[in-house]
């Protein structure tokens, strides 16, 4: 089995249980010295047995360090003795007087633009300066710029180069650079990362199984624009693991599902890297737009007018929905008298499915053009959430976000009576709202880690033909099944006039 070296970027004032308690999941860690100052390569050391690397990032390459060309080289070539890598910009390090005094052996030259058509002939210029690593980070503008990454990568062959796009478009590519070129894999230390479309190192270990590398044959994914809080990766690569499938289950941020659609998965782009797509999870506000381009559709996709899991089929596409699968636990309770909250794929393919149930639907929602449609469409009760009370009800099915961020609730609670069933789609870290209410009230509530679990289970075989295994759990889907998630504070005690943090144990 092969392993990626992870690399860990520090960005904060770290401390010791920190970094002593990653040490045996990473290789590398990244010293942001233009965010946090610079840390003595000694006092690292004592704390970490792995190899350091020395960052002194310049605003013109996202960085914070705006000071003399003369003072960053100082600081370059003093690391340079103590840190086993050393980054080097390519636009402005590649000078004989700064390269002579740090050996090939650790320098990490890196070039970044906006252009990802670029990469090959960049890369030739810079091959030209001796290093222990090049590294390739392109801006991703749309979904589809990764490819250009991997494509250099698997032309070249070698295990000294790393390419990929930065940002939430490119988040794919960088997962997948390490299959291909070097076996680096950058991520931050911290839980909470600075940019978006950034993963933490727990989550690379917690949801891709890295730092090993299983055989790669096959990609799943998800495609959406608000992906990256979603356990479905989790979910689906520790599956993969257990059954030994040779696959891997990706993030593809989009802002316009047809041109993912065109250029990633139409165009073929990822068979011809030898790992073709075989299947999709589509989430808002794609589910939509996605029937369109399916080559056939089930029965209730037809009939809700969205799809959330697309799978290969003899070289085309079906479009299915598990969004129905949310009331599984609740059919030996229909018929009921049902309100439905929200009108969007989701909420329509719950409603149509209670609706087959011959329960008495109502479906609610606050913009009426959209609440129309569905009307119309399932042939099903309107009222606009303005109007909407609970009361009378048997279920009530909350089919939006509101309560995912703890940011209130679906409807006006005055009106939901004890004895009601709630389901809320909407899930996070902590109990929505909604879920917290009734439970208060000693009332019932199925809430989306539940829903979650079930719709990953039945896509997870609509998309591979196999058996999720037992061993996926709520607690995955909640990322209380993980043993490294370590929480702790930082002790930096003082910050001096040269940007360099003095630390205690």
């Given at each position: 089995?092969?392993?990626?070296?992870?690399?860990?970027?520090?960005?904060?004032?770290?401390?010791?249980?920190?970094?002593?308690?990653?040490?045996?999941?990473?290789?590398?860690?990244?010293?942001?010295?233009?965010?946090?100052?610079?840390?003595?390569?000694?006092?690292?050391?004592?704390?970490?047995?792995?190899?350091?690397?020395?960052?002194?990032?310049?605003?013109?390459?996202?960085?914070?360090?705006?000071?003399?060309?003369?003072?960053?080289?100082?600081?370059?070539?003093?690391?340079?003795?103590?840190?086993?890598?050393?980054?080097?910009?390519?636009?402005?390090?590649?000078?004989?007087?700064?390269?002579?005094?740090?050996?090939?052996?650790?320098?990490?030259?890196?070039?970044?633009?906006?252009?990802?058509?670029?990469?090959?002939?960049?890369?030739?210029?810079?091959?030209?300066?001796?290093?222990?690593?090049?590294?390739?980070?392109?801006?991703?503008?749309?979904?589809?710029?990764?490819?250009?990454?991997?494509?250099?990568?698997?032309?070249?062959?070698?295990?000294?180069?790393?390419?990929?796009?930065?940002?939430?478009?490119?988040?794919?590519?960088?997962?997948?650079?390490?299959?291909?070129?070097?076996?680096?894999?950058?991520?931050?230390?911290?839980?909470?990362?600075?940019?978006?479309?950034?993963?933490?190192?727990?989550?690379?270990?917690?949801?891709?199984?890295?730092?090993?590398?299983?055989?790669?044959?096959?990609?799943?994914?998800?495609?959406?624009?608000?992906?990256?809080?979603?356990?479905?990766?989790?979910?689906?690569?520790?599956?993969?693991?257990?059954?030994?499938?040779?696959?891997?289950?990706?993030?593809?941020?989009?802002?316009?599902?047809?041109?993912?659609?065109?250029?990633?998965?139409?165009?073929?782009?990822?068979?011809?890297?030898?790992?073709?797509?075989?299947?999709?999870?589509?989430?808002?506000?794609?589910?939509?737009?996605?029937?369109?381009?399916?080559?056939?559709?089930?029965?209730?996709?037809?009939?809700?007018?969205?799809?959330?899991?697309?799978?290969?089929?003899?070289?085309?596409?079906?479009?299915?929905?598990?969004?129905?699968?949310?009331?599984?636990?609740?059919?030996?309770?229909?018929?009921?008298?049902a309100a439905v909250i929200g009108c969007g794929g989701a909420g329509r393919a719950v409603a149509a499915a209670l609706?087959?149930?011959?329960?008495?639907?109502?479906?609610?929602?606050?913009?009426?053009?959209?609440?129309?449609?569905?009307?119309?469409?399932?042939?099903?009760?309107?009222?606009?959430?303005?109007?909407?009370?609970?009361?009378?009800?048997?279920?009530?099915?909350?089919?939006?976000?509101?309560?995912?961020?703890?940011?209130?609730?679906?409807?006006?609670?005055?009106?939901?009576?004890?004895?009601?069933?709630?389901?809320?789609?909407?899930?996070?870290?902590?109990?929505?709202?909604?879920?917290?209410?009734?439970?208060?009230?000693?009332?019932?509530?199925?809430?989306?880690?539940?829903?979650?679990?079930?719709?990953?289970?039945?896509?997870?075989?609509?998309?591979?033909?196999?058996?999720?295994?037992?061993?996926?759990?709520?607690?995955?889907?909640?990322?209380?099944?993980?043993?490294?998630?370590?929480?702790?504070?930082?002790?930096?005690?003082?910050?001096?006039?040269?940007?360099?943090?003095?630390?205690?144990?």
């Open positions: 089995m092969d392993v990626v070296e992870l690399v860990a970027a520090v960005s904060t004032p770290p401390c010791t249980m920190e970094i002593e308690e990653i040490s045996k999941h990473i290789a590398w860690l990244q010293i942001r010295s233009d965010l946090i100052g610079d840390i003595p390569a000694d006092w690292l050391r004592s704390h970490f047995s792995g190899r350091l690397l020395y960052t002194l990032r310049t605003t013109s390459s996202g960085g914070r360090f705006d000071r003399s060309q003369e003072e960053r080289w100082q600081r370059l070539i003093a690391a340079a003795r103590n840190y086993d890598l050393v980054e080097l910009e390519a636009d402005s390090d590649l000078q004989f007087e700064l390269l002579s005094a740090i050996h090939p052996s650790r320098r990490m030259v890196v070039w970044r633009g906006e252009e990802a058509g670029r990469l090959d002939s960049c890369f030739q210029e810079l091959s030209e300066v001796p290093a222990r690593y090049y590294c390739m980070i392109a801006s991703a503008a749309k979904t589809s710029d990764g490819l250009q990454p991997l494509l250099l990568l698997k032309a070249r062959r070698r295990k000294d180069l790393v390419a990929f796009c930065d940002g939430p478009s490119g988040l794919w590519s960088r997962l997948l650079s390490p299959t291909m070129g070097a076996p680096l894999l950058f991520a931050s230390l911290h839980d909470h990362p600075r940019t978006a479309g950034e993963l933490s190192s727990q989550q690379l270990i917690a949801d891709y199984g890295f730092p090993a590398v299983q055989p790669l044959e096959k990609i799943y994914g998800m495609v959406g624009n608000r992906i990256f809080q979603s356990p479905s990766p989790r979910l689906h690569n520790a599956a993969y693991r257990m059954l030994a499938h040779h696959a891997l289950f990706l993030p593809f941020h989009s802002e316009n599902f047809e041109e993912f659609w065109r250029d990633l998965v139409q165009s073929g782009a990822l068979d011809s890297l030898g790992t073709p797509i075989q299947g999709l999870v589509i989430v808002s506000p794609f589910k939509e737009a996605a029937v369109a381009v399916a080559d056939s559709s089930s029965s209730m996709v037809s009939k809700a007018g969205s799809s959330n899991v697309f799978a290969r089929r003899n070289g085309g596409w079906r479009a299915e929905t598990t969004d129905p699968d949310s009331i599984d636990a609740i059919q030996k309770l229909c018929p009921v008298k609706q087959q149930t011959g329960s008495h639907v109502t479906l609610v929602n606050r913009g009426l053009r959209r609440g129309h449609y569905a009307s119309q469409l399932l042939d099903l009760p309107f009222v606009p959430l303005s109007e909407f009370r609970a009361n009378g009800f048997d279920v009530i099915v909350n089919a939006t976000p509101v309560g995912k961020d703890n940011d209130g609730f679906p409807f006006v609670m005055d009106s939901l009576e004890n004895q009601m069933l709630v389901i809320d789609l909407a899930y996070g870290s902590q109990p929505t709202p909604l879920v917290s209410a009734v439970v208060a009230r000693g009332g019932t509530a199925i809430d989306g880690h539940d829903v979650v679990l079930t719709q990953v289970r039945k896509q997870f075989y609509l998309m591979t033909g196999l058996e999720m295994p037992a061993g996926i759990s709520r607690e995955m889907v909640r990322g209380d099944a993980t043993d490294f998630m370590p929480r702790v504070t930082a002790f930096a005690v003082g910050h001096d006039a040269a940007g360099a943090f003095e630390y205690s144990a």
